[in-house]
């Protein structure tokens, strides 16, 4: 691929990296990654994902800005307030990266578009903040064969994994580890149990991260595993998932 001298200078910090280098970056250059949820995971994995040059990315939320988001929600600034998110990212990260491909989907994500939507991407970054709307994803990411990187975030702690049960080995589903959806109120929203505001910047960074690095074949990834992060112990564990071979969608 042949980069110009904006994009080289751009990219200069990727370039020299061994795990990247001009290689990498093009692949970086030519991926699609859909996000959902233009909120406080979605922000960082956002504004990381553009600056590193990701060719085209998809952003799909039928919310608009409020005042409360912006204590978390770091990709829109109080001259937003009241638009619609999708408006908000694209003027964001058309300011910090205008060669990259903006998609804004300004709808609800359900079952009558998430294939339509889903397929035509390469990575889905999950950053909902429901259970239906996790579930919808997974079960979409895996029918798409398309690789799944999900976060969620509760208070002070947080937690990332990615699902590409598609592939051969041991990879599981989000199915795997959670066969069902949680009992509606078991476990309280951002509005109602509250969200330390830097929580989401951590997890949607690692996410970020986390999808560079399926996108360049870097390091070794999360499939099958789960990381934790507890933010008042400042303590960060890994557990192991297994594909679970009595799971609904990906089982035998």
Do not use: W
């Not at 204590?71 to 058309?94: F, G």
């Not at 999900?150 to 199915?175: L, M, W």
């Not at 795997?176 to 330390?196: K, M, T, V, W, Y």
Request: charge should be negative; charged fraction near 25%.
């Amino acid at each position: 691929m042949h980069f110009d001298d904006n994009q080289i200078e751009r990219y200069a910090r990727h370039f020299i990296l061994d795990e990247i280098g001009p290689a990498g970056q093009a692949k970086i250059i030519n991926s699609k990654v859909l996000v959902v949820g233009a909120g406080g995971l979605g922000s960082p994995i956002l504004l990381y994902l553009a600056a590193a040059g990701v060719g085209t990315i998809g952003i799909i939320d039928d919310d608009r800005v409020a005042l409360s988001n912006l204590q978390r929600q770091i990709i829109h600034d109080e001259n937003s307030i009241d638009s619609k998110k999708t408006e908000s990212v694209v003027s964001s990260l058309s300011a910090l990266n205008p060669d990259v491909n903006i998609i804004p989907f300004t709808k609800k994500l359900d079952k009558t578009n998430a294939k339509e939507i889903i397929s035509n991407f390469d990575i889905v970054a999950d950053g909902s903040d429901n259970f239906d709307t996790r579930f919808l994803v997974n079960d979409t990411a895996y029918l798409c064969k398309r690789i799944l990187v999900s976060g969620a975030v509760h208070k002070f702690d947080g937690q990332i994994s990615t699902f590409k049960a598609f592939e051969k080995g041991d990879n599981p589903c989000y199915r795997c580890l959670h066969p069902e959806p949680p009992p509606e109120d078991s476990i309280p929203s951002c509005a109602e149990g509250g969200i330390l505001g830097s929580i989401p910047g951590i997890i949607g960074c690692l996410q970020a991260t986390e999808i560079l690095k399926e996108i360049t074949g870097a390091g070794e990834g999360l499939s099958g595993k789960l990381l934790i992060y507890d933010a008042l112990r400042t303590n960060f564990r890994k557990i192991l998932i297994r594909p679970d071979p009595s799971c609904k969608l990906c089982g035998k």
